[in-house]
């Protein structure tokens, strides 16, 4: 059981004083993704025992709970009402927070149909970094009054405030679930992916690995049964722990190797580097084993239209958008002027330098 | 701050200079119909109207008001129902309309790649023969085009599955004033860094003007199948909306009319519905043959379980779309009923439905304005259309004094004071409510990252503090502001 624990005034109180000092914090919630990105640096902020649900009301879809309170504890509540965070967030060695989650913006296999992180993040509250707590978004689906901060937090690494409290959209779980097999190489598979999504099929999931591709097909029980029947293979038992596998990484791909995740338009062709791939939401997202450099790797997914990443450890500049960087410095600077949160976590060289560019 | 450029012919010397002739409009009557946007009641003649037909001439104009700090305001079809579009006096009127292109629609990697002018109904119909649709549907669909989608974030009736604007648009290319192009995601379903797609998407034209969108195609359901449940009070119409949502079902669209509603609608169109209900729920369902079958048994045993005086089914296409003609017809419906309606856009927690719509219900009476209700009850976003008449003296105060009443009521709940249409100029005083000064100057200091000089769109979207604490709704702590140091602006 977590536990239910309001840690907001310590917080406040952390971030205020390393502001007043121009300390940076290194913003930590259950330490199970910290390998995701360049490790920031400064002082640790423990943010895992700022824990619990708040609010959750079954019927209005919206569950809000304290940034650290574990997801397999929410996984737990929602299952107990039938109802799942639909935007299935990973869970490395098993751990991880709702704040880590929403701070890493990673989504689970359902993504293409279910949506991502940010688009199941209703509101927030957060301390930015002059100390102060602010309220953005709320408890409702549709709300457009002021900026969308909330989304902006997802996936920004805590570089723009410190998570407190996070309301998300959350859903039903569908009533019946069924995973089709084939045997098949990647290319035909591929290509029957794109075909079926293009057509309204309950897809939830579609995975290729090792030859084989997995369909999952969620929905009524008469509805899944007859998308079965439409889409042949054969069926998978126990797929659920073959998806968990999928989004958690335990599965026995992610185990040797430098391993790239790889963002391209779905349909897009595989690139001509030698390795191994594993492509999952409708081939949105593949995972890419090779020996290849990072450079090779980063130009010919380039020129398909993604982009590529390091997973785990990942060294040198993200990807960035060369035009943006001037404008996130400034999006830094509005939020964390003294750069005290998560400094060199998203980013390098913010500080001075941003400083001067934002006053111009 | 801005220079006052009013007379300044220099100015529109230099835009005649980067714009072919009749893309720069200053005569009275030709700019006449760019002096308002959806929210008629709110009038600016705008200085200057620029029309521009490529991104080239987008990005020279934006040079042009950033040299002679000219401030800008954006404008798409015009159809925003809050004033986010109203010109500035002393400001140049940028019209997107022209840049209507379809770029590309790509149906394997199911996007659809648009420039801003492009009409929101026209993606789906270049997308149907691929047998696809771009899902955000507003009313105004028809004729709003995508590029005013992004900056308000439009929703529509099929949201409550198929979510916003911001669920629904995968990249952008924008321009901001100090003329970087910003490429911001593209085909693939996310991008690395700062999610500047969610922040632009909902930014009411303050942070950059969109050159380009590149939005999400879905396939065309299978099937779709309308359900209508009458009820003898507002409560057992607004409970059935979280019973239905809890059997585990989410309907593409969940809708609620009340009597006067369903009454003005009866009476313009005739869709047939029952005109002796408190309220009625029109609830859409889509998916595969099978899935319908089974879900619409499921929300029909539900409707009946709580108490609906009549429930029925679409048999067919046609059926499907006779039954939602009133809920399509009822706003110009509701607009025989009175010379004027003010149409409020605040969302609240489903479970709060009736208690709000009794309250609204009280604050009619008490201003003396009637109120027809028809709207999104699955988002729990409520369209209250109060009914006045403009050349009644002081009608349209009260009007505007109710609905800033009922948008309190909205956030005391727990909801927002706009849920699709934007803040724009109308929902600022409402705004002081909703945010503490604190928050009110980070969305500030926000924008001012991408416009230094704040003449994007100025004044509209997140309210002066000073204005807020006119209108008294500031937060003020312990007697002062936060940072009492900081300029307000």
């Given amino acids: 059981m977590a536990r239910d624990r309001d840690d907001s005034e310590r917080l406040i109180a952390a971030v205020a004083a390393a502001a007043g000092n121009e300390r940076p914090l290194v913003i930590c919630g259950r330490g199970s993704k910290t390998f995701l990105a360049p490790p920031a640096v400064g002082s640790m902020l423990a943010v895992g025992d700022h824990s619990g649900v708040v609010d959750y009301r079954h019927d209005e879809l919206v569950l809000t709970a304290r940034a650290g309170t574990p997801l397999v504890e929410l996984r737990r509540i929602l299952a107990s009402q039938e109802q799942m965070l639909a935007f299935d967030p990973p869970m490395f060695a098993g751990d991880g927070s709702l704040g880590g989650a929403v701070a890493t913006g990673l989504s689970g296999p359902g993504r293409p149909w279910y949506g991502a992180t940010r688009d199941a993040v209703l509101g927030v509250t957060l301390i930015n970094g002059r100390a102060e707590r602010l309220v953005f978004g709320g408890q409702v689906m549709k709300n457009v009054a002021g900026y969308d901060v909330s989304r902006l937090m997802t996936g920004a690494f805590g570089t723009l405030g410190v998570l407190l409290d996070i309301s998300v959209k959350v859903l039903p779980r569908p009533h019946h679930e069924a995973t089709r097999v084939f045997d098949v190489d990647r290319d035909t598979a591929l290509a029957n992916v794109t075909a079926w999504a293009r057509t309204p099929l309950p897809l939830s999931a579609t995975c290729h690995v090792d030859g084989v591709l997995h369909v999952r097909l969620s929905g009524t029980e008469k509805g899944v049964r007859a998308a079965a029947a439409q889409v042949g293979g054969d069926d998978l038992p126990h797929s659920a722990d073959f998806w968990d596998s999928v989004r958690d990484q335990t599965h026995a791909f992610f185990s040797v190797g430098r391993c790239y995740r790889v963002a391209l338009p779905p ?65 830094k600077d509005a939020f964390d002027p003294k750069a005290i949160l998560n400094r060199g976590r998203l980013f390098q060289e913010i500080g001075q330098d941003a400083v001067t560019e934002a006053s111009v | 701050m801005n220079a006052v450029v009013a007379n300044d012919s220099s100015v529109v010397k230099q835009l005649q200079a980067i714009l072919p002739a009749h893309c720069v409009i200053t005569d009275p009557r030709a700019k006449k119909p760019f002096e308002t946007d959806g929210l008629t009641a709110v009038k600016q003649m705008p200085w200057v109207v620029v029309l521009p037909e490529t991104v080239e001439q987008v990005r020279s104009v934006l040079r042009v008001c950033r040299e002679n700090r000219v401030p800008v305001v954006p404008r798409g079809a015009g159809t925003g129902l809050s004033g986010g579009a109203r010109p500035s006096s002393d400001g140049v009127l940028l019209g997107l309309s022209k840049l209507s292109r379809i770029i590309e629609i790509d149906p394997d990697n199911r996007i659809a790649r648009v420039e801003p002018g492009v009409r929101n109904l026209a993606i789906s119909e270049a997308a149907a023969h691929h047998g696809l649709y771009y899902a955000p549907d507003p009313s105004s669909q028809i004729a709003c085009s995508i590029g005013g989608n992004v900056a308000e974030n439009s929703g529509g009736v099929h949201c409550l599955k198929y979510g916003l604007t911001v669920h629904n648009v995968l990249g952008l290319k924008v321009l901001t004033l100090e003329g970087d192009e910003l490429t911001i995601g593209g085909a693939t379903l996310d991008s690395p860094g700062y999610d500047l797609l969610a922040l632009f998407t909902g930014s009411e034209g303050m942070l950059g003007i969109v050159t380009e969108v590149t939005v999400r195609l879905l396939p065309i359901p299978a099937t779709k199948r309308l359900m209508l449940a009458a009820f003898a009070s507002l409560e057992a119409a607004a409970g059935t909306v979280g019973r239905i949502i809890a059997s585990g079902i989410i309907p593409a669209g969940l809708e609620m009319m009340d009597a006067r509603a369903i009454a003005a609608a009866e009476a313009f169109v005739g869709a047939g519905y029952p005109t002796d209900a408190a309220a009625i729920l029109l609830c859409e369902l889509d998916g595969t043959h099978d899935e319908v079958e089974e879900q619409s048994a499921q929300v029909l045993r539900v409707m009946r379980t709580q108490q609906a005086t009549e429930v029925r089914a679409s048999r067919d296409e046609a059926d499907r779309e006779r039954m939602w003609l009133g809920r399509k017809a009822a706003f110009p419906a509701v607009g025989r009923l009175a010379p004027d309606y003010y149409c409020m856009d605040g969302t609240i927690p489903r479970a709060r439905l009736a208690e709000v719509l009794r309250a609204i219900e009280k604050l009619s009476e008490q201003y003396g304005l009637a109120v027809a209700n028809v709207f999104h009850a699955g988002d729990g976003n409520l369209h209250p259309l109060i009914l006045y008449d403009a050349n009644a003296a002081g009608e349209l105060e ?66 002066t503090l000073a204005r807020c604490a006119e209108v008294g709704g500031m937060h003020v702590h312990k007697g002062k502001l936060a940072f009492p140091e900081i300029e307000r602006f």
């Fill in chain 1, 267 to 331: 349909a897009a062709t595989y690139p001509a580097i030698p390795g191994d791939w594993l492509t999952e939401w409708a081939g949105s997202q593949r995972w890419f084993r090779t020996d290849a450099t990072r450079e090779q790797v980063d130009l010919a997914v380039r020129r398909l239209g993604g982009y590529a990443t390091e997973f785990r450890d990942p060294r040198g500049p993200q990807p960035f958008d060369k035009g943006a960087l001037k404008y996130y410095r400034r999006l």
């Fill in chain 2, 398 to 463: 009260r009007a505007e004094k109710m609905g800033g009443e009922i948008l309190a009521l909205c956030v005391a709940v727990g909801g927002t004071v706009t849920g699709e249409h934007g803040v724009g100029v109308e929902k600022l005083d409402s705004m002081c409510g909703q945010f503490a000064a604190p928050e009110l100057e980070q969305f500030h200091r926000l924008k001012a990252a991408f416009d230094p000089p704040r003449l994007m769109n100025p004044g509209k979207a997140v309210p």
